[in-house]
């Protein structure tokens, strides 16, 4: 069952399609990867999602119910987190703080102090951060960083987690422990949508992949599908392999 | 007791703030004549700069509206005044200028703080012009008046007032620094797209701390009108008051709560000292004041206390442990 449906989204930046007639669908409980060539739409179908860009043509349901028009604030209030590309963290305040305000106010009811620090503890614990409350976010390493914006999205109670990029940046060890991170994260319930570079965390967690190129799907479906894709091949792995070369 | 805890902000913070407030409020008891109004001059400007800092410093959105808030708080004083004698109960005056600036903020905030940057500082800016003209027109076509005048208050009614708002917006501050809209604040203003993604919804924080600094400052135009006696809408909005709260706060530092209070105070006092005697040199002298801050202590006059009190405490825990260490050696 699709927990996340879009149909014909669109988004024009002046002439330009963004993101043009896509139609997509996120299942319950699956780890859905987006791949594309950089300025293929992704991080805008993410914006379009989490409601960081409005627009008009096309409509986006979360579990039946209609995310078009909703401030980034309700969407996240009603299960849908997200990470950066470019991590937005609160660099001078401690890593605590950070996730605090995620467990403060992403979820739809008030909760108490003593309730937020316990969400709070747990997701740094879920994340590997514990040992590091006091530490301004400033002062870690970029996959520490990553993992408390992973750890914020994870405080405001998610059904649905948008990563994008995790793992752009980070190096071989850093990314297998990113990719079992996710599939953790997969395993406690929370479905996955992330974007990514990395072929190797692609294919190594997806269980679907979609492609986008100049804002158009071009294919979408396992990753053996997709690795074998004609199309795909030619926009997008095609020109790896031939820089590559 | 270890006198270095005592030293601590847990103990001694609250306490000489007790002392601070009972000897300010006691001053017209004891202080020599004229210091009473040099005093509640400068407890307006400390509002005004803890007020500014109060929306401004946590969420980044530099604010030049102070002046257009205090106008209409001396406006509504002014309208509430008839042949010198109050409609309302005096309270009652100070409470609706606060409210009529706050209103004033949640209608301008709503449609100006989705602007960022420099675009909200300079909105913010042209307030002031926008409310100055629309009670000039008011004046001009509708009432056929030119000013007002504001019935006189005694001296010392207008200091206690003045001491109440003082305390009441340094509680504010305080509460708001501790609760999770002080962290909402704070969060917008280092990433604000983080903080909406993160649940937060940015614009109620903004418009509510917004008309929250509004209050304040409108309370305080309230009263200050007593003082005035005559007010008209180029003495009630003036430019000056834009500037003078962002410059204070500057000057004391926003980085510590009682940053702005510092700055309000040297601000203040020196305009009073350099004013009565080199009249003409006041703004230069505190124009090279600021730029010798700006370069020197980035976070304010209050860096400067900060680093004092931190030696003050590494020196006292050092006597404590030479202390104990001497006590040790006696056994």
């Known amino acids: ?245 | 007791m270890n006198i270095a805890t005592f030293a601590s902000k847990r103990f001694l913070v609250p306490v000489v703030l007790v002392l601070i407030v009972v000897l300010l409020a006691t001053a017209p008891l004891y202080t020599a004549l004229g210091t009473i109004p040099l005093m509640t001059t400068i407890l307006m400007y400390i509002i005004l700069a803890v007020s500014w800092t109060m929306f401004s410093g946590p969420t980044g959105y530099i604010s030049l509206a102070s002046a257009a808030f205090f106008g209409c708080g001396i406006y509504a004083s002014a309208l509430l005044f008839e042949r010198g004698a109050a409609l309302l109960p005096l309270p009652a005056v100070i409470v609706m200028g606060g409210l009529a600036a706050s209103c004033f903020a949640i209608i301008v905030g709503l449609a100006t703080l989705r602007l960022r940057g420099i675009y909200f500082t300079m909105f913010s800016f042209g307030l002031l012009e926008l409310a100055r003209r629309l009670f000039q027109y008011y004046e001009f076509y509708v009432t056929g008046v030119r000013g007002r005048y504001v019935g006189n208050v005694d001296g010392n009614t207008v200091y206690y007032i003045m001491l109440a708002i003082l305390v009441a917006t340094l509680l504010t501050v305080y509460f708001i620094r501790r609760s999770r809209l002080g962290l909402a604040m704070q969060g917008i203003g280092k990433n604000e797209e983080a903080a909406a993604h993160m649940g937060v919804n940015t614009t109620k924080v903004k418009v509510l701390t917004f008309a929250l600094s509004a209050f304040f400052m409108g309370a305080t135009g309230a009263i200050v009108a007593t003082r005035w006696l005559y007010v008209d809408p180029t003495i009630a909005f003036n430019l000056n008051y834009s500037f003078l709260p962002l410059l204070m706060a500057i000057v004391g530092g926003v980085g510590q709560p009682y940053g702005p209070v510092v700055g309000g105070f040297a601000f203040a006092y020196l305009r009073h000292v350099l004013q009565s005697k080199t009249p003409y040199y006041f703004m230069l002298v505190f124009g090279a004041i600021m730029v010798l801050v700006i370069l020197f202590l980035p976070g304010g006059l209050a860096s400067l206390i900060e680093r004092g009190r931190h030696r003050l405490g590494g020196l006292m825990s050092k006597l404590w442990k030479g202390d104990q260490a001497e006590q040790h050696a006696d056994t």
């Open chain 1, 1 to 245: 069952m699709p927990i996340l449906e879009g149909q014909g989204v669109t988004k024009y930046f002046g002439g330009l399609a963004a993101v043009s007639h896509v139609d997509f669908h996120v299942d319950q409980g699956e780890i859905l990867g987006l791949i594309g060539p950089n300025g293929a739409g992704k991080t805008t179908l993410f914006n379009l999602i989490s409601g960081a860009i409005p627009f008009k043509s096309g409509g986006i349901r979360f579990k039946g119910q209609k995310l078009n028009g909703l401030k980034p604030y309700q969407i996240c209030r009603r299960g849908v987190a997200r990470t950066f590309q470019e991590t937005k963290i609160f660099a001078d305040m401690p890593v605590f703080q950070n996730v605090l305000m995620a467990a403060f106010f992403g979820t739809p009811t008030r909760i108490s102090g003593a309730d937020a620090a316990r969400e709070v503890t747990q997701a740094l614990e879920f994340v590997g951060l514990s040992a590091m409350n006091e530490t301004p976010v400033q002062d870690l390493t970029l996959v520490n960083q990553k993992r408390v914006e992973v750890a914020r999205a994870l405080a405001t109670k998610p059904e649905l987690l948008l990563l994008d990029e995790l793992m752009a940046g980070l190096n071989s060890t850093e990314i297998s422990e990113a990719m079992e991170l996710v599939t953790k994260i997969r395993d406690d319930g929370i479905t996955i949508f992330m974007v990514e570079h990395v072929m190797k965390a692609i294919m190594g967690i997806c269980e679907r992949i979609m492609v986008l190129h100049h804002g158009e799907k071009i294919a979408e479906g396992t990753c053996q599908e997709i690795a074998c894709n004609k199309t795909v091949i030619e926009v997008y792995l095609g020109e790896e392999a031939h820089a590559g070369s």
